[in-house]
């Protein structure tokens, strides 16, 4: 389902850190499929893959992202082995006006690839931007639409600043992490589950992108 060349033939930039962006990952009839067989998720936060229902369409699309191949792309272009690590798989439907933070991932995580399920993006908000600082949104080195079929991948380090201006409203991202040790999948998917929790008594905010 989805276009590996579009990944093969993206460039990486490596300042103020190491990432990469492609579009077209997915035609418009697949990525169609995609958003009718999309979990049902009628609340903000992020949601452990096995904790959702989903149709045909998703669980084809959830394959190529476990696919060897994906891995492998992602670890040549960003110079990591990638085999044998565990990885986690999330995904969001909507997203809160204080979402999208500044923040950087968890050292858990050793690459974090997003990729965003929507329709055509028209809004200001909800534009992910990799930082050049920890301190200003308005710092950017690229901005992201998360338009559908997009892709936005990073290697994980103590300065990969990301965040978007507030949005509010339905934003769909499947978010995929290669994690450092095979304890770390149980303490990520732990937090995601309490944040979802405590997400259906009170508003709080979540990062993730």
């Known amino acids: 389902m989805l276009n590996f060349h579009a990944v093969e033939r993206a460039a ?9 962006t492609a579009g077209d990952l997915l035609n418009d009839d697949d990525l169609a499929a995609v958003q009718s067989d999309f979990p049902r998720i009628d609340k903000p936060g992020v949601f452990p893959l096995g904790s959702l229902e989903y149709g045909q369409a998703f669980a084809a699309l959830i394959e190529d992202i476990r696919s060897r191949r ?51 993006w028209e809004a200001s908000g909800g534009r992910l931007r990799m930082l050049r600082t920890r301190r200003d949104l308005e710092n950017f080195a690229a901005e992201v639409s998360p338009s559908g079929g997009t892709l936005a991948a990073f290697k994980v380090a103590s300065n990969s600043w990301h965040g978007h201006k507030p949005f509010v409203g339905q934003r769909r991202n499947v978010m995929f992490n290669w994690l450092r040790s095979e304890a770390a999948p149980s303490r990520q998917v ?15 905010f979540y990062r993730g992108g």
Do not use: C, W
Not at 12 to 20: G, H, K, N, S, Y
């Open 12 to 20: 990486v930039a490596t300042t103020p850190f190491e990432f990469l």
């Open 70 to 120: 994906m891995m492998d792309l992602l670890g040549r272009k960003f110079g990591i082995e990638l085999a044998g690590l565990p990885t986690m798989i999330t995904v969001r439907g909507h997203a809160q006006g204080k979402d999208g933070r500044i923040h950087t991932d968890t050292k858990d995580k050793v690459v974090t690839g997003l990729l965003y399920l929507n329709s055509k």
């Open 190 to 204: 732990g937090r995601h589950k309490l944040a979802a929790k405590v997400k259906t008594l009170i508003p709080i």
